[in-house]
């Protein structure tokens, strides 16, 4: 990225507006292949949007869209290897030279988008060699149920989506005022968040029980399954006290773990998707205005 980053400085003659254009276009590409992945696998316009949206309005992704740094390029390279997957599924081919630019990327960006990169092609292989459908029941039945529910509920299922209060009278001076700060304290949701956030993991326990009995799925869920438990995994030892600044690396992967197409299909779904959307960005707008006004 650097010759396009430095390209864009000469250009606008402004190093840091080089940087806020690059960083928004990445974030904005992640976006738009999200759109990608979930019209190729729902084959719904509307519903696909939907989808886009609550991604687009996670809390996750306002920041590390906004702000210049490399993790609105680690969000895109671990949905190509989504999408990689998926397609190879849908063609029941493996495309080997595709999947070495897919390791490329995610391993120019990251150890731990390598990672994932690595458990989408290793379960695609699975999936074309044997029953998949025995696959999944391996990938969510490991041990320590009650460390990992505690840390998809407080990381992977609540601040990565829906922010917290930022506490702004409450930093402690050896912080500073890195945005990052705001979103190290213990969870406290004003009204606006508790209901986006209720409405967030309704959707999403129900999405998951009925993601668990779909079959068809089978192969990219253990995918989704396999990339959260390893981000979970690497994160009870490293990076523990900043978890915000690595969502990048688990946002979309527990959105596809949490999502069902069949679910696409009913009204009540649909609308509800539609008021998470409206809840979720205002109250993630609100907090990241609060956050900007200090």
Known sequence: MVPFGFLLRVLTASQELAAVLLNSFFGATGVALVFLFFKNLTQKYFESLLLVGVFGMSISQLVFG?????????????????????FCLQQQRVYSACWLAARLFSFGVTITNFAQTVICSVVLLFALVTDSSQFITVDLSLSQPWLLFSKLFKHFLGVSFVSPAPFINRIAPETGRSILSFFAQPLDYKLLGWAALTLWLVLSILGLLRSLQA?????????AALAVLFNMSLHTVFGTEELFLYTCNFTFPVLLLVVNPSLLKRGYFTWSLTLLIVLMGSNNLIVLGQIAAT
């Open 66 to 86: 906004s702000i210049p740094e490399t993790y609105a390029l680690t969000t895109c390279s671990i949905i190509a290897s989504y999408i990689l997957l998926l």
């Open 215 to 223: 079959n068809c799925r089978s192969a990219l869920l253990s995918a």
